[in-house]
């Protein structure tokens, strides 16, 4: 049975042109990738994406994180994985939120680091369980993005929305 992902190569790893560093890694995983696109983060979606973390006294700082105003990088690269065992898995893969105690051959143990502000700098998200998962992947990807079925989905007719097309 199939479980699914999400993988965001945050800004720092970005700027630090980590990403094919970040995707060699986690192909060790041979798990399949569904979904992927470049995202410029609005503050709104950064909000959603750490609601968890809104009581915290770091909230607004990782909001900045994520949006890719500490790192001049206003993009993260979304990804979902698809497989068996995705979430732990990636998680493993990816070692401790804090960078300072991730195992040094994992991910964050290799690139992540702890500003002197106290920001994990951890390079990658990782959904934690399957229910933040899909909270996720719904947050950052609509069904068209994804090209198999993860969730139930419905089609629907919508008129008069705005859409930006190549000129």
Known sequence: MGQSVLILIKPDGLKKSLTGNILSRLSETKLEIVAAKMVRVSKELAEEHYQQLKDKPFFAEIIKYLQGDLHDRKKVMALVYWGAEAIKKCRDLAGSTNPEEAESTSIRGSYGRITTGGIYENVVHVSSNPSEAEREIKL??????????????????????????WA
């Open 140 to 165: 950052w990807f609509t069904p068209d993005e994804i090209i198999v079925d993860l969730y139930a989905a419905k089609d629907i007719i919508q008129k008069e929305i705005k859409k930006k097309v």
